[in-house]
């Protein structure tokens, strides 16, 4: 585990350092899905706001699970006062380097991209249309996104974890050889291997990806929306599963279920019904954007 790069004055948190490598990830591969779709559109500057809006939906969804926490935890960052900004800010960012929800985050991140498609009407489409289109070009950029973000919550030991193993690629949540505590969820005991399940994720993730790229690559068209089903449904069987060897508490039927894997199965639901919605669509035959020559781009 290591939460911080430490680079003599400079501490870099491993977190938000993935969460950037991601976005990163996810803006070169949206990038060429859309100019292999024929898609005018500016992946940067959707990714920058699904990413942003996905960090504050995933945030609330998080905090808002427990709102006597919620509660108890600004009090405690306003509690300098106005006279002491800068105790209230650092206080602030303390308290929101922790705690983010999956769900909150896609939820939020898939209503931004929406609303993206319908300003960028990606192959002349407009309106709900345009909002469906954006969602299956950014399908697999989205895929690998979550894949390599995960990978911030396992270095920086945020409790994505698994449970106690002694699997020979078990890993120590340890900063360090010896230091446990900078874990924010301990394993048990703190010197247990535990499964590195967010390696699990990142691994799911790439494959999907890999699938979802080669079902849009234009051989065959798929349905207008079709590919977003594709999307909800196997990424939330992908979580339903990886759930079951990690820590999150069991909360539903019986003890046997997470609060995340209810989550998931509604995912996978919304993935089906939106597949068989949408299977005798129409579809958006890609015409790839035409290629700048090396003399044109020389002269501008």
């Not at 010197?191 to 999907?208: D, G, K, M, R, W």
């Not at 039927?253 to 019904?273: D, E, I, K, R, Y």
Request: glycine share 12%; hydrophobic share 50%; with cysteine.
């Amino acid at each position: 585990m290591y939460p911080y790069i430490n680079l003599g004055f400079a501490h870099i948190g491993t977190f938000g350092l993935m969460l950037w490598l991601a976005a990163v990830c996810g803006v070169l591969v949206l990038h060429k899905n859309l100019v292999r779709h024929g898609a005018d559109a500016d992946a940067i500057n959707i990714v920058t706001m699904v990413v942003l809006f996905g960090i504050i939906g995933a945030k609330l969804w998080h905090e808002l699970q427990d709102v006597t926490d919620l509660i108890g935890a600004w009090r405690e960052i306003l509690a300098p006062g106005l006279h002491h900004p800068s105790a209230v800010f650092f206080g602030f960012l303390h308290w929101f380097q922790a705690g983010f929800a999956w769900y909150g985050g896609l939820l939020a991140a898939i209503a931004m991209l929406m609303y993206q498609g319908i300003l960028s009407r990606p192959n002349g489409l407009t309106g709900a249309r345009a909002a469906v289109r954006m969602m299956d070009l950014a399908a697999p950029a989205a895929a690998v996104g979550y894949g390599v973000g995960r990978l911030g919550c396992l270095l920086s030991g945020d409790g994505d974890y698994g449970i106690n193993t002694t699997l020979p690629w078990g890993v120590h949540m340890a900063n360090g050889l010896t230091q446990y505590t900078r874990a924010l969820v301990l394993p048990n005991p703190p010197t247990a291997a535990v499964q590195p399940t967010p390696i699990y994720e990142l691994l799911f993730s790439l494959a999907l990806a890999w699938w979802l790229w080669r079902r849009g690559s234009g051989q065959k068209t798929l349905p207008l929306g079709f590919l977003t089903g594709e999307y909800l449904l196997l990424s939330g069987l992908g979580r339903f599963l990886v759930e079951f060897v990690r820590i999150n508490p069991k909360l539903y039927f019986h003890h046997t279920l997470s609060n995340a894997q209810m989550a998931a199965l509604g995912s996978m639901l919304c993935g089906v019904v939106m597949m068989i919605v949408t299977r005798q669509k129409n579809a958006v035959v890609p015409e790839p954007l035409p290629k700048v020559s090396k003399d044109i781009q020389a002269t501008t």
